[in-house]
Nanobody, 123 residues
Framework: QVQLAESGGGSVQSGGSLKLSCVVSGLPFGDYCLGWFRQRPGVVERELGAIAGIDRDGTTTYADSVKGRFSISKDSASKTLFLQMNSLNPDDTAKYYC??????????????WGQGIQVTVSS
C-alpha cells in the first residue's frame, strides 16, 4: 500500500521557519519525481503546479512565490522528502501536500498524494 505521510507543520510567526517532512512508503522511491503543493484558505483547488519539485537526479524547481525562501530535498535512505521553509509570511498559510509521480514536470497529475498538513503563519 502506497502511503505519503507529512509531518512538521504548525503555527509560526511571520519571518519564522518550518521544515516539513514526507515519508514515502510502498513505492520505489528513486523512480519517482516528488513535489510539494499547497492549498490556501478559501481556495477550492490546490495551487496548480508544485511550489517545489525534485526530480530523480535531484534537480529542483520552485514556484516564483517561494524561490529563495523554500528549499526542497530528499533522503533516499529514509525515503523522505523535505521542505525547508524560511522567511515565512502570512501568504504562506495553507495546507501543504506532498506528491509522487513517475512523470517529472507533470506533478499536478500525480498518482499519489499525502493527506496534507497545515501551516499557519501569523503576522
Amino acid at each position: 500500500q502506497v502511503q505519503l505521510a507529512e509531518s512538521g507543520g504548525g503555527s509560526v510567526q511571520s519571518g519564522g521557519s518550518l521544515k516539513l517532512s514526507c515519508v514515502v512508503s510502498g513505492l520505489p522511491f528513486g523512480d519517482y519525481c516528488l513535489g510539494w503543493f499547497r492549498q490556501r484558505p478559501g481556495v477550492v483547488e490546490r495551487e496548480l503546479g508544485a511550489i517545489a519539485g525534485i526530480d530523480r537526479d535531484g534537480t529542483t524547481t520552485y514556484a516564483d512565490s517561494v524561490k529563495g525562501r523554500f528549499s526542497i530535498s530528499k533522503d533516499s535512505a529514509s525515503k523522505t522528502l523535505f521542505l525547508q521553509m524560511n522567511s515565512l509570511n502570512p501568504d504562506d498559510t495553507a495546507k501543504y501536500y506532498c506528491a509522487a509521480h513517475l512523470v517529472c514536470g507533470r506533478l499536478q497529475e500525480a498518482s499519489f498524494w499525502g493527506q496534507g498538513i497545515q501551516v499557519t503563519v501569523s503576522s
